[in-house]
Each structure stands twice: as C-alpha cells, then as structure tokens.
C-alpha cells in the first residue's frame, strides 16, 4: 500500500479551462488549461454539485494548488507503470527536463463560472 503523500496548500489560482471529461465516482475532472496549453485533473470537494457541470463547456475555473514531494514508493510505482506506457515514459522525461520531476501537484475546485 502506498501511502499518501504529504500535502500543502501552495497558492489559488484561476484558469480558463475546458472540460474534456467529467468523474463523478472519484469527483475529478479532466481538463484543458486554454492559456498554458495542457491538460490537468481538478478534484471536486462534496460540497460543490458536480452534476451541473458541462462536458465541452468553457469555464473560469478558481482552484487550490497543493504540492508534496515525491516519495520513493510513488517513484518506483512510476517506474514500474513507465515500462508498459510510452505516454507515462515520455510525462516523465518532460518532467525531468523541465525541473519538475520530485514534485506532485494537486488542485482542488473552489469555483467555477461559465465564461
């Protein structure tokens, strides 16, 4: 079992985003950040309804970012699933070249209008 890392509040941010899919078993949203030009995954704290939201729509989308580090065991499970997935090989690389690699990112919902 992995453990969870440890999560700290960094900053809020608002994006314009697009929302490509839309879980609402694990409450995540998968979507298209249309400034920066790449896709993320917002989670949807309970007491926001997740069931008005709109695949395909445009929203201003105001979120918590949080950051840990990365531990060892999330680090070899990344490894292990690299081996089968060309996509995961290559989110690694890019992580690596651009300084990212050691930390995790995670946002939370705060709000969302559409624009």
Request: aromatic share 10%; no cysteine; net charge neutral.
């Amino acid at each position: 079992m992995i453990k969870e890392p440890e999560w700290k509040f960094e900053k809020t941010k608002t994006k314009i985003v697009q929302i490509l899919d839309i879980n609402e078993e694990k409450r995540e949203l998968d979507v298209f950040d249309l400034e920066a030009l790449m896709p993320f995954v917002i989670d949807v704290p309970s007491n926001l309804l997740i069931d008005e939201i709109q695949k395909g729509q445009t929203y201003r989308a105001t979120f918590k970012v949080f950051v840990a580090n990365l531990t060892p065991d999330i680090e070899k499970l990344w490894e292990k699933e690299s081996k089968a997935s060309v996509a995961m090989r290559k989110s690694i690389e890019t992580m690596k070249q651009s300084g990212a690699y050691g930390k995790l990112y995670k946002f939370e919902l705060v709000s969302l209008k559409p624009t």
